[in-house]
């Protein structure tokens, strides 16, 4: 299944409290559990503002339906091609 790497502008996400980003997160779940397997979160990055998110989806719609319903906002959806690290390069 496709990956998406979701960029969102969220001014001051840096200092969001740790309960703060918890909150987020239960919110998000719960919207996953309700759209089923076919897209799942596996991580975020959090910048000073911006979140950086990776899904696993069926499609980019779905992506953007998830963040609809969790009221997230999306400044980017990029499907993931190819996944390079230091042992690429031999």
């Not at 950086?52 to 609809?68: D, G, K, P, W």
Request: hydrophobic residues 40%.
């Amino acid at each position: 299944m496709p990956q998406y790497l979701i960029e969102r502008d969220i001014p001051g996400a840096g200092q969001l409290t740790a309960e703060e980003l918890q909150a987020i997160s239960q919110r998000s779940c719960a919207v996953l559990n309700a759209m089923g397997p076919q897209i799942k979160w596996l991580h975020s990055y959090v910048t000073d503002d911006r979140v950086y998110c990776l899904y696993v989806a069926a499609s980019e719609t779905q992506v953007r339906e998830h963040a609809a319903q969790g009221g997230f906002p999306i400044s980017r959806v990029a499907e993931v091609r190819s996944l390079i690290d230091p042992t690429t390069a031999g």
